[in-house]
Nanobody, 124 residues
Framework: QVQLVESGGGLVQPGGSLRLSCAASRFTLDYYAIGWFRQAPGKEREGVSCIYPNDGNIQYVDSVKGRFTISRDNAKNTVYLQMNSLKPEDTAVYYC?????????????????WGKGTLVTVSS
């Protein structure tokens, strides 16, 4: 059974940084597009970023461009989301998910498998 485990969330002040990790087990991440999406209380789910396996194509939602960086380490079977210059509006539970490598809707829709999420709270 496919398993994804997110970690690295926590409480950080505005302007601070966190690095989220998404570790996969029982399957190989580099076959899939991997995305991060988030959900804040009372808000719609929002796709944040996506990285594809073939050409390394990367996408970001406009609100995080220039602040977040997605990367993958195939040797460790792990995908990362480096989050800098965090804002209170970034507060949410962050999930990583697998998508078809042919998906044109990553990270907003078409998730195949996802983890339980990690909570990021940006507050002073």
């Amino acid at each position: 059974q496919v398993q994804l485990v997110e970690s690295g969330g926590g409480l950080v002040q505005p302007g601070g940084s966190l690095r989220l990790s998404c570790a996969a087990s029982r399957f190989t991440l580099d076959y899939y597009a991997i995305g991060w999406f988030r959900q804040a209380p009372g808000k719609e789910r929002e796709g944040v970023s996506c990285i594809y396996p073939n050409d390394g194509n990367i996408q970001y939602v406009d609100s995080v461009k220039g602040r977040f960086t997605i990367s993958r380490d195939n040797a460790k079977n792990t995908v990362y989301l480096q989050m800098n210059s965090l804002k209170p509006e970034d507060t949410a539970v962050y999930y990583c998910a697998t998508y078809s490598r042919y998906s044109n809707n990553c990270p907003q829709g078409g998730m195949q498998n996802w983890g339980k999420g990690t909570l990021v709270t940006v507050s002073s």
